[in-house]
């Protein structure tokens, strides 16, 4: 199948053969915001092209736990591309050559309820918390920078991407992007890219799926599975792609895979799977601490860069496929400085959990939202006397005291003791943090992000009241 022009729909969909992954309501959702004539709704009901239904049929049709399709085989690329604009998601190899390093990612519709679909019923995940990350050419995401507060250098972004697939977090124009994939934080909106770097084959998938859908972009997550909120790890936090067969290829999504190349030769079709397995096998056996320092080729995580109000500074936020190192001397030839702001990543502990479910704010919470929240949070050890926010400061998180307690330098000196919360003020208010907050007896915080928190408030209001209501009554204490 090549990429077909699309023509009137005619043939409805019911009428196929049906698949779980794209139930025919998710695939209505989807069309209702497709840009394209490949399918319609009629009396609410989806009416596909000949080239829409056969993709749909074929995807349908074919045991993911045994196949895989090719990334690099025009036909595979042409069907995934309707597919997607149907509302429908895959799992794919990211790599810019086979030979470079590769990560393993769960694309996704650009609709919120196939999105939605994917992440929830497929995934395991509720992703209305966190939006998903943006897959996009490297012209469509430059545009949507917005520049002033914090300097691109366009230059050094593609020279990231010569070096392959990469993420990146950054303020965007107002109105750019649809809010569902806009992070909201303390000052501004951002959102998060992943470029696919200067593989042929995921450019040209590219542009069949924006000239078949008409959509500028698709959604972009990790490729693993979730149970209660607790990532599959296997060789990091992502799998190779005998892996993904064997434990997502029941979910009838379809799995591509990329050219692959072992010692410097590149890999045949028919032993792909093989290879993977030899490019992983060195990184699985590392610990997770190891992995961090570790610079062998394995499909894990994206590495995820930001941006700065410094031209001359980036931030890298993730480590991923992509090594510090690797990408410290490709910005360095561009006059940039890469701070590692990874620092805490590691400390999530198997107890966060229980920590979370003791807390009394989320204590009413279901169990799954409770392991969910756990996934997002972040474990912070703080020691007496240690200033844990400094008042001015731009606040980027909210802090629960899990253990310890600390003293608010507000109102004469408030100690807040375990149970608490604070850092509410600056994230609700929109203002910078109104008070010095430092450790008084050594314990644990856990912070969660500003755009993380905001999610939450929005979709439990149970949570939201009292953080807002906490809000309005310390801002009392600051005018008595």
């Known amino acids: 199948m090549t990429s077909p022009e699309v023509s009137a729909p005619c043939i409805a969909a019911e009428s196929l053969p049906q698949s779980p992954a794209l139930p025919l309501e998710v695939m209505a959702a989807a069309i209702a915001e497709l840009r394209s004539n490949a399918a319609i709704l009629a009396d609410g009901k989806p009416l596909l092209t000949q080239a829409a ?13 045994k196949e895989s399709w090719r990334l690099d085989c025009e036909d595979d690329r042409a069907t995934i591309a309707l597919w997607v604009g149907l509302g429908g998601s895959f799992i794919a190899d990211f790599a810019a050559a086979a030979d470079q390093p590769r990560i393993f990612a769960w694309v996704l519709s650009p609709v919120p309820a196939a999105a939605q679909f994917a992440l929830k019923e497929l995934k395991g995940r509720d992703g209305r918390w966190v939006p998903t990350s943006l897959l996009a050419t490297e012209q469509e995401f430059l545009t949507w920078l917005e520049g002033e507060h914090e300097p691109i250098n366009a230059a050094a972004i593609s020279a990231v991407l010569d070096c392959g697939p990469v993420g990146l977090r950054f303020r965007a124009l107002d109105d750019a992007l649809p809010s569902y994939f806009m992070l ?12 696919p770097g200067r593989s042929p084959h995921w450019e040209r998938w590219l542009e069949q799926y924006t000239q078949l859908t008409g959509h500028r972009f698709a959604g972009i997550t990790s490729a693993n599975l979730s149970d209660l909120g607790r990532e599959v790890r296997s060789g990091g936090t992502h799998k190779d792609l005998a892996e993904a067969q064997v434990d997502m290829g029941f979910l009838n999504v379809p799995i591509l895979s990329g050219p ?8 045949p079709v028919s032993e792909r799977k093989a290879g993977y397995k030899v490019l992983n096998r060195p990184y699985s056996e590392l610990t997770e601490e190891s992995r961090e320092q570790s610079t062998a080729v394995a499909p894990i995580s994206t590495s995820l860069l930001g941006f700065t109000p410094d031209a001359g500074t980036w931030q890298l936020l993730r480590h991923g496929s992509l090594h510090q190192t690797v990408l410290s001397a490709c910005l360095a030839k561009h006059g940039i400085t890469l701070q590692n702001c990874t620092k805490h990543r590691l400390e999530l502990a198997r107890y966060v959990g229980d920590l979370v479910a003791a807390f009394p704010l989320f204590s009413e919470l279901e169990s799954r939202q409770i392991a969910e929240i756990s996934q997002m949070i972040e474990v912070l050890p703080f020691s007496a006397g240690e200033v844990i926010v400094r008042e001015g400061d731009n606040g980027d998180k909210m802090f629960f005291i899990a253990t310890g307690s600390v003293m608010a330098e507000a109102a004469g000196g408030i100690e807040l003791n375990a149970g608490s919360f604070f850092g509410e003020i600056s994230l609700i208010k929109g203002i ?4 010095t907050v430092i450790g008084h007896k050594a314990g644990v915080l856990l912070a969660l992000d500003s755009h993380i928190l905001f999610r939450l408030m929005e979709f439990l209001p149970d949570l939201a009241e009292p953080i807002r209501e906490m809000a309005i009554e310390r801002l009392s204490w600051r005018s008595e």
């Open 53 to 65: 239904a056969d993709a749909y049929s074929r995807v349908a049709t074919t045991d993911f736990t």
């Open 184 to 195: 909201r934080e303390f000052d501004c909106f951002r959102a998060q890219a992943v470029l």
């Open 432 to 435: 910078p943090r109104t008070a």
């Open 260 to 267: 692959v190349s072992v010692d410097g030769i590149e890999v």
